[in-house]
């Protein structure tokens, strides 16, 4: 297929947004086989079924690289609990929180997991999303934590998006374990991780590193066990306050630290020293009123990578919508459009150790947004407006 007349930003980092104004791309498959300057084509691709594109934006494809969009219930009375003046960790300690969604999630069947995950993913889909990282998380126990990891992939198979998977056994700690973190890892975390690992159903694992879930110690076990297992990590850090998660994600060469509030100039340098990517989840920092902000000057100044994801949850970001999250990303934390852009593909894509995808580059995987704009800073610019014209799903519209 030949795409023409297309505005294309690349996302290269050879200028803004790899920007070629007069563009064109030859899919062939599922990859791109080329992408220039309209007037470089090649002779033996000019035959080609050819689209015009009449000076739409082309993108890679958007990744959502921080979902739980896999969870029994709804939390919609911590919202008002919030509110009224409670904090994250008030309505944590009063029974809510992710030990309420466990609740809700032991007692769902598969199936109606999956209906509710896929209306969550078909949200996303709709913004021209290819690619969802999907965490357990909700289930604290062996079985509902690997019924969690069936469902995500079930969810690849029922609709044209592609899933990473990402074991978070080390969430929170269970109330039948309530003050015996070390022996949930030891009962729980552990053999879990095992049997989702032995049944093929986990791509990378991940943490909640903070004073309500797991300390460095405890997470540095589960990581450790990861490692054994040839499995990537990634961590839930300084979201609430530093323990020192950051540093020790990059310890472990992360691909990924997510939240970062508090994080520090010297958690910025391990960040970079580990070409760790940073993910700022700027839907939490809205929904719980947050005050401390990611420090992103620090970031740049240390060249860390960024991205940006829903973090799609039932409590602290019950958002489904990567367009307001790079919205969000812009007005709360003063992103640039073109960070923002970069964050939900070709840094989303470094985040989850993804080579092929996040770029319109020969070679590369052919997922592509096509919007009805001119210029790709519109993306982050409008509120409650998707441009979305086509979505081509490994080369196919």
């Known amino acids: ?47 080609m079924d050819s689209v015009d594109l009449e000076g739409r934006l082309v993108t890679p494809a958007l990744i959502d690289c921080h979902t739980h969009i896999v969870y029994g219930g709804n939390r ?13 960790q008030e309505v944590s300690e009063a029974g809510g929180g992710i030990v309420s969604t466990v609740t809700n999630t032991r007692e769902a069947s598969e199936e109606e997991l999956l209906t509710g995950a896929l209306k969550r993913a078909d949200a996303l889909i709709a913004e021209g999303t290819t690619l969802i990282e999907i965490k357990s998380g909700y289930g604290l126990d062996v079985d509902t934590e690997i019924k969690m990891l069936r469902v995500a992939r079930e969810i690849q198979l029922k609709r044209d998006i592609r899933v990473k998977t990402s074991f978070l056994g080390a969430h929170a700690v269970p109330k039948e374990f309530k003050g015996n973190a070390d022996k949930y890892i030891d009962e729980i975390c552990l053999p879990a991780l095992d049997k989702a ?37 990634k961590l839930h850090a300084e979201q609430l306050s530093n323990l020192g998660g950051t540093k020790l994600a990059s310890s472990f060469n992360a691909l990924s630290a997510d939240h970062l509030e508090y994080a520090n100039r010297s958690d910025a340098k391990a960040l970079s020293d580990s070409k760790t990517v940073a993910v700022i989840l700027p839907g939490a920092f809205y929904t719980l009123r947050e005050t401390q902000a990611p420090p992103i000057s620090d ?6 990578p960024m991205a940006l994801a829903t973090d799609c949850n039932p409590g602290s970001s019950p ?56 210029h790709p800073s519109e993306l982050s610019y409008r509120i409650g407006f998707n441009p979305l014209y086509k979505r081509i799903f490994g080369g196919k519209i």
Not at 25 to 31: A, C, D, F, N, Y
Not at 200 to 220: K, M, P, R, Y
Request: proline share 3%.
């Open 299 to 304: 970031f740049r100044d240390y060249a860390v």
């Open 197 to 233: 690992f032995n049944e093929g159903l986990v791509d990378t694992v991940d943490g909640f590193c903070e004073g309500i879930a797991f300390n460095t110690d405890q997470i540095s076990r589960v990581f450790n066990h990861a490692k054994s297992l040839g499995l990537p990590v």
């Open 319 to 374: 958002l489904a919508s990567l367009l307001l999250t790079m919205n969000m990303g812009c007005t709360l934390f003063r992103l640039t459009p073109e960070e923002v852009l970069l964050g939900v593909t070709r840094n989303a894509a470094m985040a989850l150790g993804v080579k092929d995808m996040g770029l319109v580059r020969a070679g590369y995987t052919a997922d592509l947004a096509v919007w009805d704009i001119l």
């Open 76 to 88: 919609a009375n911590e919202f008002e609990m919030r509110l009224n003046g409670a904090s994250y």
């Open 1 to 47: 297929m030949l795409l023409l007349n297309a505005v294309i930003a690349t996302m290269e980092s050879n200028k803004p947004y790899g920007l070629i104004e007069r563009g064109a791309l030859v899919l062939k498959g599922s990859k791109i086989a080329w992408v220039g300057d309209q007037n470089d084509l090649p002779k033996e691709f000019s035959g």
